[in-house]
């Protein structure tokens, strides 16, 4: 059964950064061959795609977050990281882990908050 775990969110000021950790367990198949994603949800907006990584860590991101997030991973330990520097009011939302594609079961995301 997918287990899928997201930590690393808080109240951070304009400008600032955060790492998010996601950890995945029970995956279809092989973590390494597994195209993840970070996606995020602000409040009356649809879920939307921010960074992915393929499992031989070819990366893509969003026009908004290109420059200021970086995705990674350690397939060894099953863990998808997203580094956010220069942080901005508008990525304020909850954010989540999952295959790039939203194709299994979603954690509970973890709150990213960015204000004064």
């Known amino acids: 059964q997918v287990h899928i775990v997201e930590t690393g969110g808080g109240l951070v000021q304009p400008g600032g950064s955060l790492r998010l950790s996601c950890r995945a367990s029970?995956?279809?198949?092989?973590?390494?061959?597994?195209?993840m994603g970070w996606h995020r949800q602000a409040p009356g907006n649809q879920r939307e795609l921010v960074a992915s990584i393929t499992g031989n860590y070819i990366t893509n991101y969003a026009d908004d977050v290109k420059g200021r997030f970086t995705i990674s991973r350690d397939n060894a330990k099953n863990m998808v990281y997203l580094q956010m520097n220069s942080l901005r009011p508008e990525d304020t939302a909850v954010y989540y882990c999952n295959t790039r594609r939203g194709e299994v079961n979603w954690g509970q995301g973890t709150q990213v908050t960015v204000s004064s």
């Open positions: 029970g995956m279809p198949g092989s973590f390494n061959i597994i195209t």
